[in-house]
DNA sequence: TCCTCTTGTTTGGGTACCCAAACGGGTTGA
DNA sequence: TCAACCCGTTTGGGTACCCAAACAAGAGGA
């Protein structure tokens, strides 16, 4: 598999939060210019001026004729897209694995653009079934519990420490093991 | 939050892949070379060189009299941390969501560098105490069924479709709800 | 010895981002 | 009317990647 497959993505890091911007200033106040988008990013007007002609060509951001920006249906499908991950995965690195919020939020930012649609829809339903299924505050707890107990232990300054280790290897194994059970087949 | 935290990692895509393939050549055959890299990252030896020079002053990578690469202390730990993060994110996405294998080890791929290793340790404790709570053979066989009846309704095609929305519109609503019974606090 | 192959490096070109700075067009208050 | 200001765009510079191509150095085989 070619590790350089992270660069051919649908639109980047970059691109992401353009469109993603555009849509919510279109949300909250009901227009959204190139400043406008510069000053949500933190970036120049000259930057953004220059990524959304290249989205301009694309097809995903549109103009009308007071300059004011807005998403043409593929580019509002790719925002919402990219919306609805970012969503999914801060609920389940906070909510599932207890991380605290604002680590959940900058890690879901990190990888909303990156992972597949097929993989936000899987999250989606597990996230789903799992709350429908069980009382999901026990659990969260106990998640929390059991990471506060390993930050106390001191394992995450050490990163990966020898439990975390441990349970990566038996994965990997196990993993193996399944592949060469295929080749048996 | 700054949404360029992203550039700003440990280390880039790019060089997690040198580090981690140097680990790899060294386990597999002993030694790795500016080529012996090249060749398993499918990139041209003068990519690798410039590459490597930057590793190399980071004090990541180091090279013997015979042009031999190894990985200094700093360098080996990360490269073990990355390696841990994709084989825990991998096993997530192909057992608990159900994901096609070379689905789950692509995006796996795309962020295991950029993950905080808090996110990787919380991640690890779940796994281990879903693993042990239940028969997870099943509990895999149900999200498999869910997620081939998503793909069948054919929403993936359009991602995301209504049923992923509602519920990440769910979510999101209730991540707000919290924030303000915080405010009120 | 000489030819050929492999290896590592350097160089010039390309892409995708970012910034600072300058410029031209509007709007607005004095 | 005109200076002050905000807008959007363009331009030159910088970083981090990639490639292709040219080079020098070493290792062998004929």
Redesign the interface.
Known sequence: ??????DQNPVS?SAA?HLTAIQQLLEDQGYARVSDVARK??ITRGSVSVSLKGLRQRGLVVEDQHKHLGLSDEGQ?IA??I??KR??F??F??K????P???A???A???EH????????????????REDASDSSSDRE??VN??ED??REG??E????K???T???R??SS?EEQ?KDKDDE
């Open positions: 598999m070619d590790w350089r497959e992270f890091h939060h990013l933190g499908r919402r897209g919306h609805t969503v999914l801060q609920a690195l906070e599932s694995l207890g991380l919020a604002d680590l939020e900058m890690d930012c990190k990888i990156l992972v597949s649609d097929l993989t936000a829809e899987a999250l989606a339903i597990y996230i789903d079934r106990q998640q059991a990471l390993s930050i394992r995450v050490a990163f990966p420490g439990e975390i280790e349970i990566s290897e994965l990997q993993s592949s």
